[in-house]
C-alpha cells in the first residue's frame, strides 16, 4: 500500500565529492579528499536526513580518462559507500548507480539485496547501461555493446535481478528451535532463467527486506532509454533545461508507462537541479553571472564530447558552427547527443554557444529563497517533475537550500515535516512488491478452492 494519497515533493541529494564541475574541489570548504573520504560523505547523508529528504544518490562510471570531472578520476566504489552510510543513518533512502552492461544479474541481486537488508529497506538501484566505449576494455571486451543491444540487455538483467530477489517468500524461515526446522523448503524457489543474454538457476541465497525489493531507478533519455524506464522504473534521475522540456518527458514516460499497463502514479520523476539561492533574487543572478563569466570554455568543450564518446571538440574554432557531426559515433549517451545536435541546429549555435549551454550543469532555479521554492512548487504543480534530485556541492549552497528553502515546501504542505515511513518505498509512496511466489500460491489455493466448490455443488444436485 501507499503511504498517503497527498502528492508531496520527493528530494534526493546527489553527493558527489569533490564536484562534476572543474570548480568545486578549489572551494575553501571541500576537502580535497571528499570522494574518497567516507566521513564526508556520512555527514552529508545525516544533514540530508536531518533535512528529511526522501534518500542520497551516488553517480558513478566504469570509465574515466584524465580529462574527466574531478569526482570521477577519484572516488569509492558506490555500494561499499553505502553500505557504510546505510549503518551510520536511520531513515533515508540509498540510491546506488550500477551498469548492467558490465556485471552479472546474481552479483547485482545479491549486492543490493544485502544493501537493502544492512539498511532496513532503503536500498536503490539506478539502473544505467553505460555510455562510454571505453568501458568496454577495463571488462575484457574489444568493443562496447550497441545502444539497442545495451537496453534490450538491461531489460532482462533487471528482470532476473528481481526474479532472484523473490527468491524467498517472506515467511520461508520459520528458525523454529524446538522442532528444528530453520527453512520451510516449499517457500524457497529456483528461477531457471533462460533468456537472450542471460542463464540464472537461483535461488539466491538471501531474503527480502522490509520494502521487498529495492527501488529501481533509472536514467536514460533516449527513446530506448524512456521504453526501460517506463517498463522498469519506479522513479527516474532526468534532467530538463525548460519547465517545457520537463513537461513533455513527464508526460512522454507516464504515457508509455501507461501503454504498458503500469500505474503512472507508480514512477516518481525526479529531474536533477543546482539551484543558486541568495539573499535575494538579484544577488542569486549576480552569482550566475559570475560563473557564466568564469566559465573555462576548454574543460566546457570535454564535458560536450562526453556525449560523443569523448570526442576532441577543442579541435575547431570556437565562434563557428557546430561541427558535422554524422560522422561521430552516438553509442554512447546517445539521447543526450541527439538533443544537442538537434538545438544546436535548430537555433544556429556556435560552438563556443554549445559549449557555455551544454558543457556545464544549468540551472534556471536561481533567486531567493523564496524564488526557488516558487519555482519548484511552479514545476510541481505544473507535472513537470514528481520531485527533484539536489546536487550537493559547497556546504553552504547544501545549508541554504535545506535551511531557506525545505522549510517554506514545509509551510506550504509540499514536503514532508518528519519521516512517518522506515523504508525508501514508504518515502516515496510506493507499494511493496509482493512475492511473485506467494501471489502464485495464493492464486492456485484459490482455483483449488473455487474447483471443490463447483464439485460440491454439483454432488448436491445428484443427491437432490
Known amino acids: 500500500m501507499t503511504q498517503s494519497n497527498t502528492r508531496q515533493i520527493k528530494l534526493g541529494a ?12 578549489r572551494h575553501p570548504d571541500v576537502p580535497g579528499d571528499a570522494s574518497v573520504n567516507i566521513n564526508w560523505y556520512i555527514d552529508n547523508a545525516r544533514l540530508a536526513e536531518a533535512a528529511k ?12 580518462t584524465p580529462d ?8 569509492l566504489e558506490p555500494l561499499t559507500l553505502l553500505s557504510a552510510v546505510a549503518v551510520s543513518t536511520q531513515k533515508i533512502g540509498l540510491v546506488a548507480t550500477l551498469t548492467t552492461s558490465y556485471w552479472e544479474p546474481y552479483n547485482v541481486a545479491r549486492q543490493f539485496g544485502s544493501l537493502d537488508l544492512i539498511s532496513g529497506g532503503r536500498a ?25 543491444v545495451r537496453y534490450a540487455r538491461a531489460g532482462e538483467f533487471v528482470s532476473v535481478v528481481q526474479g532472484l530477489w523473490d527468491s524467498y517468500e517472506d515467511d520461508a524461515f520459520p528458525r523454529d528451535k524446538d522442532t528444528g526446522v530453520f527453512l520451510d523448503k516449499t517457500k524457497q524457489h529456483t528461477l531457471n532463467h533462460k533468456g537472450e543474454f542471460f ?21 536514460g533519455d533516449s527513446h530506448a532509454g524512456r521504453d526501460l524506464g517506463a517498463l522498469i522504473a519506479d522513479a527516474t534521475f532526468t534532467t530538463g533545461e525548460t519547465i517545457e522540456d520537463a513537461k513533455a518527458y513527464y508526460a512522454d514516460l507516464k504515457t508509455r508507462a501507461t501503454a504498458l499497463g503500469r500505474n503512472p502514479d507508480e514512477i516518481i520523476v525526479t529531474p536533477g537541479i543546482d539551484p543558486i539561492i541568495a539573499d535575494t533574487d538579484e544577488a542569486a543572478h549576480a552569482i550566475a553571472q559570475s560563473r557564466r563569466q568564469g566559465l573555462d570554455i576548454e574543460k566546457a568543450l570535454v564535458q560536450v564530447g562526453r556525449a560523443f564518446n569523448y570526442h576532441d571538440f577543442r579541435q575547431y574554432p570556437l565562434d563557428g558552427p557546430f561541427p558535422d557531426t554524422s560522422g561521430l559515433t552516438l553509442n554512447s549517451y546517445k539521447g543526450h547527443a541527439e538533443r544537442i545536435i538537434r538545438i544546436a541546429k535548430d537555433e544556429n549555435l556556435s560552438l563556443r554557444q554549445v559549449a557555455q549551454r551544454f558543457g556545464v550543469w544549468q540551472t534556471g532555479f536561481i533567486g531567493s529563497p523564496e524564488t526557488v521554492a516558487d519555482q519548484l512548487e511552479h514545476w510541481f504543480t505544473e507535472r513537470a517533475a514528481d520531485g527533484f534530485i539536489l546536487r550537493v556541492t559547497t556546504p553552504e549552497s547544501f545549508a541554504a537550500f535545506r535551511e531557506k528553502v525545505v522549510p517554506i515546501l514545509q509551510a506550504r504542505g509540499l514536503f514532508r515535516q518528519d519521516y512517518t515511513e522506515k523504508t525508501l518505498r514508504g518515502h516515496l509512496g510506493l507499494p511493496v512488491p509482493e512475492n511473485r511466489y506467494t501471489v502464485q500460491r495464493r492464486e492456485e489455493d484459490a482455483a483449488v478452492g473455487q474447483g471443490a466448490r463447483l464439485v460440491s455443488k454439483a454432488l448436491e444436485g445428484q443427491v437432490a
Request: net charge negative; proline share 8%; charged share 15%.
Open 14 to 25: 546527489i553527493l558527489e565529492g569533490v564536484g562534476m564541475t572543474p570548480a568545486v574541489w
Open 124 to 148: 536503490g538501484w539506478n539502473v544505467v547501461t553505460t555510455g562510454l566505449e571505453g568501458a568496454s576494455r577495463n571488462y575484457g571486451r574489444e568493443e562496447h555493446f550497441d545502444h539497442s
Open 199 to 219: 542463464s540464472v538457476a537461483g535461488p539466491l541465497a538471501l531474503t527480502r527486506s522490509p520494502q521487498g525489493q529495492p527501488v529501481i531507478f533509472q536514467a
Open 68 to 75: 574527466s570531472a574531478p569526482h570521477f578520476l577519484n572516488r
Open 53 to 64: 529528504f526522501d534518500f542520497v544518490f551516488i553517480v558513478d562510471s566504469p570509465y574515466i
